[in-house]
C-alpha cells in the first residue's frame, strides 16, 4: 500500500496518494510510511494546516515525536495584546525545532523580517502591533499571528498641600504629600513645575506677602500630574514679630557670636557690609 501510494506521489496524483495513506493509516495507526507519506503528499500541496491537524490526531507518543517538528504552528505569545499601564516585555515562543520571524510596524513577516533572538521591550508610551511566523526546521512556515499592545503610564495622584490655601498672620509650614512613589516638584514664581524645577522634601516655611506656591508629582517614567496651587499670603506686620523685628533679632545674634562687627551688617576683616532683610518666616 505504501509503495502503492508513493507511486501516486511520484506521478503528482495528490488526491489519490492522500485518499491511499489516509486508509494506511486508519488500518494502522502506528504505521510510520504511511504516515510519513501522508504528510509528505500534504507537503507537496502546501497543506501545512492538514499536516497540523494529522499529527495533532497521533496518539503514540513515539510517533508523535518523530513527526512533531513537521508542524507549523503560529509563535506563543507570552503576554496577550491589550493596554498596559507600565512597560512589559514580551517573549514569543515555539514547542518545535525552527526560528520565529517578527515585524513591529503593521506588516506581514518573511523570513527577511526580524529573526527573534531575544524578548522584546516595549518600553515607550504608545501602540504596538506586533506579528510573527514560524519556519519549522524542514522550511515549512506558519500562518501570521498578530498582537496589539497599549502602553499607557498611569498619571501621577494629585498631591496634597497643607494648609489650606488663605491669609495667615502668624507663619505657618508647607506641606505636600502624594499617596504613591512619583517625586513633587514645586515653584514658588508662578510658573508650573516641570522636572527641573525643584524637589519637595522636607516642608517650607511660608514667605511673607502674597505668594503662590505650585505643586506637581512626576513618575519614575516622567509622567506629569496635574498641577495644584495654593495662594497663601502671610501679613506678619501686627503680629507678636515684625520683619524689622525678626531682622534686628538675627544680626543681634550675628554680633553676639562674632560673626558681625554690629547691627548694620559690617563684617570684620572685610570691607562693606551685609544687609538683611525678612522673607520668609516659621512658626517655632
Request: overall charge negative; charged content about 25%; hydrophobic content about 30%.
Amino acid at each position: 500500500v505504501d509503495n502503492y501510494g508513493r507511486s501516486l506521489l511520484a506521478c503528482d496524483d495528490y488526491s489519490g496518494a492522500e485518499e491511499i495513506f489516509k486508509i494506511a493509516c486508519e488500518l494502522d495507526s502506528l504505521d510510520v510510511f504511511a504516515s510519513q507519506g501522508l504528510i509528505d503528499t500534504y507537503r507537496e500541496q502546501n497543506k501545512n494546516e492538514e499536516i497540523n491537524l494529522f499529527i495533532e490526531s497521533i496518539d503514540d507518543e513515539e510517533l508523535y515525536n518523530k513527526f512533531k517538528d513537521y508542524m507549523t504552528l503560529p509563535p506563543d505569545f507570552s503576554l496577550e495584546g491589550g493596554e498596559y499601564e507600565d512597560g512589559i516585555t514580551i517573549r514569543l515562543s515555539s514547542d518545535n525545532t525552527g526560528d520565529i520571524y517578527y515585524t513591529m510596524d503593521g506588516s506581514e513577516p518573511t523570513v527577511e523580517s526580524a529573526n527573534y533572538e531575544k524578548p522584546i521591550v516595549l518600553s515607550e508610551e504608545g501602540e504596538y502591533s506586533i506579528s510573527a511566523i514560524f519556519i519549522n526546521s524542514y522550511g515549512m512556515l506558519s500562518e501570521p499571528v498578530t498582537e496589539k499592545y497599549i502602553i499607557s503610564y498611569s498619571i501621577p495622584d494629585d498631591p496634597v498641600i497643607e494648609p489650606e490655601e488663605g491669609g495667615y498672620l502668624y507663619p505657618a509650614y508647607i506641606t505636600a504629600s502624594v499617596s504613591d512613589d512619583s517625586v513633587i516638584h514645586y515653584t514658588t514664581d508662578g510658573t508650573d513645575p516641570n522636572e527641573d524645577s525643584a524637589v519637595y522634601d522636607m516642608k517650607l516655611p511660608m514667605k511673607i506677602g502674597d505668594n503662590i506656591y505650585k505643586f506637581r508629582a512626576i513618575s519614575d517614567r516622567g509622567v506629569s500630574g496635574n498641577v495644584i496651587s495654593r495662594h497663601y499670603s502671610l501679613g506678619i506686620f501686627n503680629a507678636v514679630c515684625t520683619e524689622t523685628d525678626a531682622v534686628n533679632y538675627v544680626t543681634a545674634s550675628l554680633v553676639a557670636t562674632g560673626a558681625l562687627q554690629d547691627i548694620y551688617g559690617t563684617i570684620p576683616g572685610v570691607s562693606g557690609h551685609y544687609s538683611y532683610s525678612c522673607t520668609t518666616a516659621a512658626k517655632e
